[in-house]
């Protein structure tokens, strides 16, 4: 599966902006996605993940309550919601996908990744 992330850009502390991570492929509900960031200097870290139907969430402790991941499996994409958005979620964003049920928050876990999408929040 191929993915592609989108959605990046500037926004101010306390706004919003919407992620999309669009899949190639027939079989993309048949894969755990995962959205992780890495800022300048900082390891990758996890920032949530969604089951294959979409009915299983987690979320880092850090975006929980701001952040929600969905998913449209007839049109293919996952989408992160990000809202109250402050300055320390200025980072690259990522998707990424895995075959299988676990619904992993581990970046090894995940076989396929999209490009990233800059996500700068100014105070």
């Known amino acids: 599966v191929q993915l592609q992330a989108s959605g990046g850009g500037l926004v101010q502390a306390g706004g919003s902006l919407r992620l999309s991570c669009a899949a190639s492929?027939?079989?993309?509900?048949?894969?755990?996605v995962g959205w992780f960031r890495q800022a300048p200097g900082k390891e990758r870290e996890f920032v949530t993940s969604?089951?294959?139907?979409?009915?299983?969430?987690y979320y880092a402790d850090s975006v929980k309550g701001r952040f929600t991941i969905a998913r449209d499996n007839v049109k293919n994409t996952v989408y992160l919601q990000m809202s109250s958005l402050e300055p320390e979620d200025t980072a690259v964003y990522y998707c990424?996908?895995?075959?299988?049920?676990?619904?992993?928050?581990?970046?090894?876990?995940?076989?396929?990744w999209g490009q990233g999408t800059l996500v700068t929040v100014s105070s």
């Open positions: 492929g027939r079989t993309f509900s048949s894969y755990v």
């Open positions: 969604i089951s294959r139907s979409g009915g299983s969430t």
């Open positions: 990424a996908a895995r075959s299988g049920e676990y619904i992993s928050r581990s970046a090894y876990d995940y076989d396929y």
